[in-house]
């Protein structure tokens, strides 16, 4: 019974699809990342039980902190996802986030601005493709009705929830997740190293102006290299007790 | 179909229940010790806690000097409240809040719970017993935290010293042999509230007491000698001091944000009030040689001093804040305290036949000190894609008023009144130039107000050798500061470099005045002076020779100093230049073992303008090696060997002292929860402290006896399983 159902959803989920190409709308939605760094550390896998939860009494609550905005811009053929200009002023800046992801629907390519270990990169080619288990449990984000999809991050090999809407049908989605039957509203990384969660979509039958990069400047790669290049880092860095995430970006 | 609202709903709920369930967590140590030389070690903590509470303990007694509290344990002990926000509330040009760690005033009264997890080990014969509960509560609109700290301190520590001063035509040496008995008994009880009337106005009330109780005894002998040969006096003493002591301290602020983020306004007031009573003696036989190095007179004292001291300071301080626009952003603040001492300090001289005390009114002092400091001020700072620009200045008036007297009203003495007022200029660049490349450059003038032991106009006769003397006569020092640091990283090589370099100059520096007699006693005495600098300098560089197995980090850095000191109405000019390379070396080669080998060495160059044949080099060099390794089957090795040279070839000093020790233990019962440990501690018996340094004038050496060579057998149990690794985790 439940097998018939998950097919169900399936079969509506690819009629979804077909009737996306035919059919879209343009819009923005705006994302808050919260970046739960007391979890993240606490998991370094050269820690004793001691440490980890050492690390948990005393960075596990951070209420205060309200985490950045990022926002996806999309078109019928296009999204670009980077994080939104800041409107807030504390008096003290640290300096913005560089990464832009440009996924061209119609040419199924990238052309992404991507930062690793100080140096910036430009990445042009197939849009990635993720092994996506779907599965089915609803949950309402940002006033959507959302199903949960799940898939392994390649690089890091970790667990990504995300919880997409076939109501909005692009698709995209935070930080370069994207294949799944409409816009994903909400991921989840780790369980909750890191929650990225829609918090206002606006939408519109004229096409927003995607904030594409005003020049490209950077080396130009590939989704292979550059996984590499990160993967490498990671493993590195935990062979040398050190947590890789000082200097990389999730 | 795809609808149930409430499905949703219910999987929030659990969501959120599980990331509840993750932050639960509770762990705890303890270890039982033995040794020879009647060496013992207990200590235990434990702590307990989930996403609203959190409760710890700790409790420790050892006469080891060895196994006290590591930053560990401080964050064992205070959870989440580790960084809290200082709770000092002066507003002023800084953005963040600064945590400052270490020991403040002498009679630790106004200390706080946190300074007891970071003193370091001054030598001698340490004992220790402490004990401290926290509870922090942090849910909705209320957070809570308190906590009670017990300890129970004492040292018995004999130290040798060797003094030279230098003079017009000659040098003064003083030999000198002290031994210390110190024990105190501290209760300190620290409370913090904080409550969000809603989501932008929030109010945080403080609540701090201690009971401080303090015993020294302190006696030995003391003798000087003109030109290192003639003796010109000796003297033996012994002082005691009994000193209790209360503390108050309590705050209340207020926080309002508004809907526009980045306006706020905060408004903080504070009391803290101290009393201090102090029983000593001050006991002491000396004797003057004439030149044939016979006795030709005697002076004793005996002297019983009752002082107390009463303190209140009230502080108030307000901030208002506004970005300006989305780059520019304002601030203004204003910072009030008033510190009130009043203070009796009744010296009484045993009578000759030994059993009066008579009052030694010249010596006797009541007293009343009241020192305003107000600064108002306002900072603008630009920021803009990691680049922050502040601009500030701010208006600082001071007024010192003091009135002292002699119980008997025939001996007058004038009262002070002083006002000062100044600009203090504010400028500060913070930001990234380029993707991982960090830089900060700073300039601020700021003024300290003098300590009310260098302001009280007592003679204190603790050392008959060299008597000091406060000076209500002086004024606030003015510090100008700047300062420049950077750093940058090639994250995928592992390697980092940095630099930093300081640079203050002194406008009314507190100095000393000293008139050294004829039997080279010395009055001492706190002056102004214009002129001292202070310039440092410092560089690293941290690689991997083959990444994870082999890394070296070195640092080099150099401080050059100008002080000032007059002597017997003579201005002493003294330069001092110090270099202390450094290299540290991890050598990892696999899980089971770890080598860390590190050297410093610092050369102390000092140049006296009064006489340039005392000019001097101090070399102290310290070479280090640790190696610990895991046998396999829960067996595992650990052992330190630290070898130092301490070198002074005007002197002909050379000592060399190396220190080895050696653990071997066992790692049992189910998830490695016990261990059994037996370790050799300074194995060749060389434990000694030593101290070298020069200062205006002065070349100072001594030798503190410490506790050596000790066998220590010990068990411990962790709850959640001993580390296992040999190796060291890096934070940063």
């Known amino acids: 019974m439940k097998h018939f159902s998950i097919k169900f959803v399936h079969i509506l989920l690819f009629i979804n699809v077909l009737y996306m190409q035919s059919h879209s709308q343009g819009g923005t939605i705006t994302y808050n990342k919260k970046y739960n760094w007391a979890n993240v550390a606490s998991k370094m896998p050269y820690l004793s039980v001691e440490e980890k939860d050492r690390i948990l009494l005393t960075w596990g609550s951070n209420k205060d902190y309200k985490g950045t ?60 493709k993720f092994k996506w288990k779907i599965l089915n449990e609803l949950k309402d984000v940002a006033g959507y009705v959302c199903m949960k999809a799940e898939t392994i991050d390649t690089v890091y090999n970790k667990p990504i929830t995300a919880w997409f809407t076939d109501k909005i049908k692009v698709l995209s989605g935070p930080e370069g997740f994207g294949g799944l039957p409409g816009v994903i509203l909400e991921l989840n990384y780790n369980n909750d190293d890191i929650n990225i969660i829609a918090t206002k979509i606006e939408l519109s039958d004229v096409d927003p102006v995607l904030p594409l990069p005003k020049k490209y400047k950077g080396k130009k790669s590939d989704y292979q290299e550059f996984n590499a290049k990160k993967k490498k880092h990671y493993t590195l860095s935990i062979e040398g007790r050190r947590n890789p995430f000082w200097d990389l970006r999730y | ?27 705890g140590k303890v270890t039982v010790g033995g040794g020879s030389m009647s060496r013992g070690d207990l200590k235990g903590n434990y702590n307990k806690f989930d996403s609203k509470n959190q409760i710890s303990f700790v409790g420790i007694a050892n006469n080891t000097g060895r196994n006290g509290l590591s930053w560990d ?110 024990g105190s008994i501290n209760h300190r009880t620290e409370t913090k509230y904080q409550y ?39 003297s033996t003493y012994k002082n005691t001091s009994d000193l209790s002591g209360r503390l108050l301290n309590t705050s209340l602020l207020f926080r309002k944000k508004f809907r526009k983020a980045g306006r706020a306004i905060g408004i903080n007031a504070s009391y803290l009030k101290t009393d201090i009573y102090d029983d000593q003696k001050r006991f002491s036989d000396n004797y003057f040689y004439n030149i044939a190095g016979t006795p030709d007179s005697i002076k004793i004292i005996r002297q019983y001093n009752n002082d107390t001291l009463d303190k209140y300071v009230i502080k108030a301080n307000a901030m ?79 007024n010192l008023n003091g009135k002292y007297e002699s119980p008997n009203p025939l001996l007058v003495y004038d009262p002070v009144n002083n006002k000062f007022s100044r600009w203090l200029p504010y400028f500060e660049y913070n930001g990234s130039l380029s993707r991982n490349t960090w830089l900060n450059f700073d300039y601020e003038k700021s003024a300290n107000e003098p300590s009310i032991e260098n302001l009280l ?73 214009d002129g001292g600098t202070q310039f440092w300098t410092s560089a690293g560089f941290s690689f991997p020779i083959k990444r994870n197995k082999l890394k070296m980090r070195t640092n080099i850095s150099r401080s050059v100093g100008k002080s000032f000191a007059f002597v017997n109405n003579a201005l002493n000019k003294t330069n001092t230049e110090r270099w202390s390379p450094s290299v540290n070396i991890d050598i990892t080669p696999s899980e089971k073992t770890a080598i860390y080998v590190s050297s410093n060495i610092s050369f102390t160059t000092t140049e006296y303008d009064i006489n340039t044949s ?13 190696f610990n390794t895991n046998f396999g089957k829960g067996w595992f090795w650990n052992s330190s060997l630290r070898y130092s040279i301490f070198k002074n070839e005007r002197f002909g000093i050379e000592q060399n002292i190396p220190i080895i020790n050696l653990s071997l233990y066992k790692q049992f019962l189910k998830g490695n929860k016990g261990e059994i440990r037996l370790a050799l501690y300074d194995a060749l018996n060389k434990n000694i402290q030593i101290n070298q340094s020069t200062s205006v004038s002065r070349v100072f050496d001594s030798r503190t006896l410490s506790l050596a060579r000790y066998v220590m057998l010990s068990f411990s149990y962790n709850i959640k399983g001993m580390k296992t690794s040999v190796a060291k985790t890096e934070h940063w």
């Not at chain 1, 800046?93 to 061209?104: A, I, M, P, T």
């Not at chain 2, 109780?213 to 003798?223: I, M």
């Open chain 1, 69 to 128: 905005d990022f926002i996806l811009a999309f078109t019928k053929s296009a999204s670009v996802y980077k994080q939104k200009e800041k409107e807030e002023n504390f008096g003290y800046s640290w300096g913005e986030d560089e990464d832009v992801l440009v996924r061209n629907f119609d040419t199924r390519t990238t052309k992404d601005v991507r930062e690793l270990l100080g140096k910036l990169y430009i990445i042009e080619g197939d849009i990635p």
């Open chain 2, 1 to 27: 179909m795809l609808t149930g609202k409430s499905t949703a709903s219910e999987e929030k709920t659990m969501n959120v229940e599980l990331k509840e369930e993750f932050k639960k967590g509770g762990f």
């Open chain 2, 73 to 182: 344990d401080y964050q064992d002990f205070m959870g989440s409240k580790s960084w809290d926000d200082n709770s000092n509330y002066d507003y002023g040009f800084g953005g963040g809040f600064m945590r400052y760690f270490g020991s403040s005033s002498s009679s630790n009264l106004e200390s706080k719970v946190s300074d007891a997890f970071f003193s370091g080990n001054n030598g001698g014969f340490p004992t220790n017993i402490i004990g401290g509960v926290n509870y922090n509560y942090d849910h909705k609109k209320q957070k809570f935290s308190g906590r009670y700290f017990f300890q129970n301190t004492g040292n018995e520590k004999e130290v040798f010293t060797d003094t030279r001063t230098f003079l017009t035509d000659f040098t003064q040496d003083n030999n000198k042999y002290n031994k210390d008995n110190k």
């Open chain 2, 196 to 234: 969000d009337i809603d989501s932008l106005l929030t109010v945080i009330a403080t609540l701090d007491a201690a009971i401080v109780n303090a015993d020294n005894t302190s006696e030995g002998t003391s003798t000087l000698r003109r030109d290192e040969i003639l003796r010109t006096s000796s």
């Open chain 2, 320 to 398: 208002f804040s506004e970005p300006l626009s989305k780059k520019l952003f304002l601030k203004v603040f204003y910072n009030f305290s008033s510190r009130n001492e009043n203070g009796v300090r009744i010296v009484n001289d045993e009578s000759l036949n030994g059993f009066e005390r008579v009052r030694n009114d010249l010596l006797s002092r009541i007293y009343e000190n009241k020192i305003v400091n107000q600064r108002s001020g306002s900072s603008l700072t630009f920021s803009s894609n990691g680049q922050n620009f502040t601009v500030g200045g701010a208006y600082q008036q001071v």
């Open chain 2, 457 to 529: 106009p007592v003679v204190d006769f603790s050392n008959p050798q060299y008597i000091t003397e406060g000076n209500p006569d002086l004024i606030p020092t003015l510090n100008h500061q700047a300062g420049i640091w950077f750093n940058h990283s090639w994250p995928a090589d592992a390697i980092r470099i940095n630099g930093n370099a300081r640079y203050t100059y002194y406008e009314d520096q507190i100095i000393t005045s000293q008139i050294v007699d004829e039997n080279l006693i010395t009055r001492s005495k706190p002056i102004n002076y």
């Open chain 2, 614 to 626: 005392q000019n001097q080099t101090i070399i102290n060099q310290n070479y280090n090696v640790d």
